[in-house]
């Protein structure tokens, strides 16, 4: 009697794995972009509250300076800094759009909303996320777009 698997069995796993692997991989690939999106969104918001986290405590403007769809530069406490979006994640804001807070208070130099929508490169089936910025006070919020 010999020890192993016959060819059948070997075929049959090799069917399961494939049949799991096409049902898990769209899964997978919604799951990733929509986790870019969220990561982009966080990252915004963050460097976004950072600024005028910083313009209240250090009495020096800040600012955010957008230089293209997915890139923009801080300037916090004297330092620029350029920050990347993750991957095929796009910012609609227009180049050269730029938020300041001013010092001591941290305001927004527009008392209107600001509000930048964040999303994928020509991909529709990933949910866009707002990050605003409301009122003088500068507050920062971020929301799903239906």
Do not use: H
């Not at 799991?20 to 509250?49: C, G, K």
């Amino acid at each position: 009697m010999r020890k192993g698997f016959t060819i059948i069995e070997l075929l049959l796993v090799c069917a399961i794995i494939g049949i799991l692997s096409a049902v898990a991989a769209p899964n997978y690939m919604a799951a990733r972009n929509r986790a870019r999106v969220s990561e982009a969104t966080a990252q915004l918001a963050a460097d976004l509250q950072r600024a005028r986290s910083s313009a209240q405590r250090s009495s020096t403007a800040a600012s955010l300076t957008w230089i293209d769809k997915s890139n923009y530069r801080t300037l916090i406490n004297g330092v620029t800094v350029t920050r990347k979006l993750p991957e095929n994640v796009e910012i609609t804001a227009p180049a050269g759009t730029t938020v300041s807070y001013s010092a001591p208070f941290g305001e927004v130099s527009s008392a209107a909303p600001v509000t930048f929508s964040v999303g994928l490169y020509g991909r529709s089936d990933v949910k866009r996320r707002e990050v605003k910025i409301v009122g003088t006070t500068g507050k920062v919020y971020t929301r799903e777009v239906e």
